[in-house]
C-alpha cells in the first residue's frame, strides 16, 4: 500500500532562517514524488516534482527538495524563509506503474514563519 | 495557458437536498480530472477521477457520484446531502499521458451542510 507521512503537523521558523518541512514515503517500485502548498480557503499549488535523475529538485518560491532512496524521504527546504511562506504544505506519492492515476497525499504541515 | 473553474465558491445546503458542483478546464484537452474532499483543513481524499467522456472511477463508496459530461467538464453531485459532507472540495486536472504529470487544482468550493 502507499502512502506519505509528515510526521510534523506544525513548523515555526524565524524570518530569515532556514526552514526543512519532513516527508517520508512508502510505495512499491519507484516513487514520483510532489509538493504543493495551501494558502487559507484557496486550492493547492504545485511546487516541484521529483520525477527521475537528479535527487535535489528546485521548485518555485525559492522552494527545493531532496530525494533520498535510502531514507525514503522528499524534505521540503528553503535557504532563507519569508513571513509570506507560512501556509499549509502536501507531501504526495505517485506510483511508478500502468493505470495508477492518483496522488496520495500526507496530512499536511502547517509552517509559521514569524517576523 | 490552461486555467481550471470551480463554482460555487461557497455554498450552504440543508440536509437532505441534492448538490451539484461544476469544474471546468481551459486550454487543453482529453485531461485526467479528479475530485478530492478536504476536512478541517488537512489531508485530501480522493473521491473520484476521470480519463475520459463517461469515464468514471469511484475511490470510495459514499453519498456522491460524479459524471463527465464533456470532455473538460467534471461534476460532483448528491442527491440527498448528509451532515457528512460538509467540506472543501477541490476539483484538479493533470495531463492524460505521463505518471509524473503534476495535478493542478481549482480554487475549491466551501460545502456546508446544515
Request: hydrophobic share 35%; with cysteine.
Given at each position: 500500500?502507499?502512502?506519505v507521512?509528515q510526521?510534523?503537523?506544525?513548523?515555526?521558523?524565524?524570518?530569515?532562517?532556514?526552514l526543512t518541512?519532513?516527508?517520508?514515503y512508502s510505495?512499491?517500485g519507484?516513487?514520483y514524488?510532489?509538493?504543493y502548498v495551501?494558502?487559507?480557503?484557496r486550492?493547492?499549488?504545485?511546487?516541484?516534482k521529483?520525477?527521475?535523475?537528479?535527487n535535489l529538485?528546485k521548485?518555485?518560491?525559492?522552494?527545493?527538495?531532496?530525494f533520498?532512496k535510502s531514507?525514503?524521504?522528499f524534505?521540503l527546504?528553503?535557504p532563507s524563509?519569508?513571513?509570506?511562506?507560512s501556509a499549509?504544505?502536501?507531501c504526495a506519492v505517485r506510483p511508478y506503474?500502468t493505470?495508477?492515476?492518483?496522488?496520495f497525499?500526507g496530512?499536511?504541515?502547517?509552517?509559521?514563519?514569524i517576523? | 495557458s490552461?486555467?481550471?473553474?470551480?463554482w460555487?465558491?461557497?455554498?450552504?445546503?440543508?440536509v437532505?437536498?441534492p448538490l451539484?458542483?461544476e469544474?471546468?478546464?481551459e486550454g487543453?484537452?482529453?485531461?485526467n480530472l479528479?475530485?478530492?474532499?478536504?476536512?478541517a483543513?488537512?489531508?485530501?481524499q480522493?473521491?473520484?477521477?476521470?480519463v475520459?467522456?463517461?469515464?468514471i472511477?469511484?475511490?470510495v463508496?459514499q453519498?456522491?457520484?460524479?459524471s463527465r459530461p464533456?470532455?473538460?467538464q467534471?461534476?460532483?453531485s448528491?442527491?440527498k446531502?448528509?451532515l457528512?459532507?460538509?467540506?472543501f472540495?477541490?476539483?484538479?486536472?493533470?495531463?492524460?499521458?505521463?505518471?509524473?504529470?503534476?495535478?493542478?487544482?481549482?480554487p475549491?468550493?466551501r460545502?456546508?451542510v446544515?
Open positions: 500500500a502507499q502512502s507521512a510526521p510534523e503537523d506544525q513548523v515555526n521558523v524565524a524570518e530569515g532562517n532556514p518541512v519532513k516527508c517520508t510505495v512499491s519507484n516513487p514524488l510532489f509538493w495551501q494558502y487559507p480557503n486550492g493547492l499549488q504545485f511546487l516541484l521529483y520525477i527521475t535523475g537528479d529538485v521548485g518555485s518560491y525559492g522552494f527545493e527538495a531532496e533520498n531514507q525514503t524521504s524534505h527546504k528553503k524563509a519569508l513571513v509570506s511562506d499549509l504544505y502536501f506503474q493505470g495508477a492515476n492518483n496522488l497525499f496530512t499536511g504541515t502547517r509552517l509559521t514563519v517576523p | 490552461q486555467t481550471i473553474h470551480q460555487p465558491a461557497t455554498l450552504v445546503q440543508p437532505g437536498s451539484s458542483l469544474c471546468t478546464v487543453t484537452s482529453n485531461p479528479y475530485w478530492y474532499r478536504q476536512a483543513g488537512r489531508g485530501l480522493l473521491l473520484f477521477y476521470s475520459g467522456i463517461g469515464q472511477s469511484s475511490e463508496p453519498n456522491l457520484s460524479a464533456q470532455d473538460r467534471f461534476i460532483l448528491s442527491k446531502l448528509l457528512s459532507d460538509s467540506g472540495y477541490l476539483c484538479a486536472w493533470s495531463r492524460f499521458r505521463g505518471q509524473g504529470a503534476e495535478q493542478f487544482f481549482g475549491g468550493t460545502l456546508t446544515l
